[in-house]
């Protein structure tokens, strides 16, 4: 053990004189006995020390096994005295032996005590790192690393345990382990939500630690659950109502919306759905009249999640009746039968196969029903007893093979005023400019054959001038007036008429072209005065030939009066003119010939000439060099101008007719009349 001597001797020289001084000792520290610790403690040892009449009195202490003592920490018991503690830090987890040291040191000297210090080796438990508090989501379960650490034994042979606070959120925890601890797997209870304490726990088999954490789950919409739906079979028309076993966790049943689909829109028209919020039923709409296979799909959705299932649809066939369809009331006069138009159908049976039957309450006014089918169209007609009026229901029936279909409706026949019924009136023929008489077979049941009307009109009034009827109340008669000379085909029309009603018949009458004969118009007896010839213009017409083409000759019964007839013909009309005998009154007969190609005509008119003769005054004018010969007398008398230069030799040098106011004028060629004698002769 280390020491130093409290005192000594030693000599000082003094004066050249030698002198033995005895010097003082340092501090002495008590003898420390070994010592003994467990692991990861820590060692207090006290001692105490003699000092010395030294303030200076300083303490320190040191280990050899700096591995095992991680530093000494002196301390005084008290404020005062000999006895202090050495408190001994322990390195973690470290065990063995070490030698501490104490050294007390003052002004005279130091003083050292060592002893033995055991540290004691202990089982350390194992050590679990912090664990973040963890969250999941609804029936989501969470893996948790969980790092773990045990200075004494590797961590495979460390065994794990856990445990909840809330095992109505947590289902079990699941550790499984790996080279740095382990992994906890923390099953969570299906649709629960909330928050837990979560503890691992782990031990070496005697010593043990534990974490704790908290485990948050949040809650999550849950799809609603709906049971499987068993194929169904159905007959054709008849739905199915189907009853769906549906929950949801979350949502209550009356919030749920359902729908569904099909594969075939041509048998399931569509789905509805009936909730009262605690039972739902599908009721299954199918096409009318309509069978076969189809998936339908029902679908459950709450506001996040949905859920469908799948089932098949059979519709088996059936027999269906026709589908006759209402028939409206109908109003018909007296005498005129009834055509109702049916609406009927049968998705079995063709229309045409059908069978249709009618029937009347009161047989008095319908006689019988009779129909019309053309394998789409079906009409049914009534038939009305002959001026019958009142009321009847009638009932339409239709059948196939199996059923029966039938409807009725009211049928009112209104009395009337009955038409005039006029016979038919066959076609006609006649000729040309002769007229047509028919005996017309007509009655009527509610007015006398005297109080009829009638009349008649054509297509072609070119042809037909009119129609005239004779009435004596026992026989009518028509007379078709034709237009003169008119040939061709028209339509005739002859109405028969009461107070109410009208009836017609119409007739073709054709008109057979004949010839005709050229006609002479009526002609007044003429008159003229002496020496003046009568011109008149013939009125003479010819249907078939023209004016040009006509051959017209004349004579007079009185040659001693007319000296002669002359004709003109320009195509457009025909003109005689008479010349009459000069100087001669009195009458005759002038009697005229009309040729064309087939007939000849004859007319005549009497002339008549008066008026006493009048003998002719010439009379001569020069005005400006020019000649004017002059002469009055009786109308229409003629005379020759003639010239000469010698009186031997005349030359006619014009005409003169005395005009209707006695007088007549002649004027010679200027230049011409120079050295000429002038005179009038008589023709």
């Known amino acids: ?148 650490t045990d200075i004494d034994s590797p961590t495979s042979a460390l065994s794990y345990s856990s445990s909840s606070s809330n095992p109505a959120l947590v289902a079990g925890v699941t550790l499984t382990k790996t080279d740095t601890g382990a992994v906890a797997r923390i099953a969570v209870v299906p649709n629960a939500s909330g928050t837990s304490s979560v503890t691992i726990s782990v031990t070496d088999g005697t010593a043990s630690t534990s974490r704790t954490f908290a485990l948050t789950v949040s809650s999550d919409d849950d799809a609603p659950v709906l049971g499987a739906i068993v194929d169904q079979v159905t007959s054709e028309d008849a739905g199915v109502a189907i009853p769906l076993v549906v929950s949801d966790l979350d949502t209550a049943i009356k919030d749920l919306t359902f729908s569904a689909t099909s594969t075939d829109a041509k048998l399931v028209s569509g789905v509805t759905f009936a909730n009262d919020g605690t039972k739902v039923v599908a009721i299954v709409r199918l096409v009318a009249d309509a069978n076969g296979l189809a998936d339908v799909t029902i679908t459950a959705k709450d506001s996040l999640n949905s859920v469908s299932r799948t089932f098949s649809l059979t519709v088996n066939p059936v027999e269906d009746e026709p589908v006759l369809s209402a028939i409206a009331d109908e109003v018909a006069d007296e005498d005129q039968d009834v055509t109702v138009v049916l609406d009927v159908s049968d998705i079995d049976t063709a229309i045409k196969n059908l069978t249709f039957v009618g029937t009347s309450s009161n047989p008095a006014l319908v006689s019988g029903v009779s129909f019309t089918n053309d394998g789409t169209n079906v009409a049914a007609i009534v038939k009305l007893v002959s001026g019958a009026n009142g009321v009847a229901t009638v009932t339409i029936t239709s059948s196939d093979d ?94 028969a008429s009461d107070t109410a009603s009208t009836v017609a018949r119409t007739f073709v009458l054709d008109v057979i072209a004949v010839p005709d004969a050229p006609e002479i118009g009526g002609i007044a007896a003429q008159s003229t005065t002496v020496g003046k010839a009568l011109v008149i213009k013939l009125p003479i017409t010819d249907f078939d030939t023209a004016i040009k083409d006509l051959v017209v000759t004349a004579s007079s019964s009185n040659p001693g009066l007319v000296s002669g007839i002359t004709i003109a013909n320009d195509g457009v009309s025909i003109t005689a003119t008479v010349n009459l005998v000069a100087s001669k009154t009195g009458s005759s007969e002038i009697a005229f010939t009309v040729e064309d190609d087939v007939f000849t005509v004859d007319g005549s008119f009497t002339l008549d000439v008066s008026g006493a003769v009048t003998t002719p005054v010439v009379k001569s004018t020069i005005s400006g060099g020019k000649l004017t010969l002059g002469v009055t007398g009786t109308p229409g008398n003629k005379f020759l101008v003639e010239s000469t230069s010698d009186f031997v030799t005349w030359t006619v040098a014009g005409t003169l007719t005395v005009g209707a106011d006695g007088t007549a004028e002649f004027v010679p060629v200027t230049g011409a009349s120079s050295g000429l004698y002038f005179r009038l002769r008589s023709e």
């Open 1 to 148: 053990m280390p020491f130093s001597l409290a005192w000594c001797l030693f000599t000082i020289p003094c004066n050249n004189i030698l002198a033995t001084v005895v010097a003082p000792i340092g501090p002495k520290v008590n003898v420390i006995a070994a010592q003994s610790a467990d692991e990861d403690t820590s060692a207090t040892v006290a001692f105490s020390v003699v000092p010395t009449e030294s303030t200076n009195l300083k303490l320190t202490a040191t280990a050899a096994n700096p591995s095992l003592v991680s530093g000494v920490v002196i301390t005084r018991k008290g404020s005062s005295g000999t006895e202090y503690f050495a408190n001994i830090a322990l390195v973690p987890n470290a065990f063995g032996t070490s030698a501490v040291t104490i050294t007390a040191t003052d002004d005279f000297g130091f003083e050292s005590q060592s002893f033995n210090l055991t540290v004691r080796n202990v089982n350390d438990a194992p050590v679990i790192d912090l664990i973040v508090d963890q969250t999941t989501a609804e029936d989501t379960s969470r893996d948790v690393v969980v790092t773990v």
């Open 402 to 495: 199996t059923f029966d279909s039938e409807q009725t409706f009211t049928l009112t026949v209104n009395t009337v005023d009955n038409a005039p019924v006029l016979a038919v009136i066959a076609n006609q023929t006649t000729r040309e400019d002769t007229g047509l008489t028919l005996i017309l077979d007509v009655k009527d049941s509610d007015t006398l054959l005297k109080d009829l009307k009638f009349s008649g009109s054509s297509t072609d009034t070119s042809v037909v001038a009119g129609v005239d009827f004779i009435n004596d109340g026992k026989l009518v008669i028509a007379r078709v007036r034709l237009v003169k000379n008119a040939f061709g085909r028209a339509a005739v029309t002859i109405s």
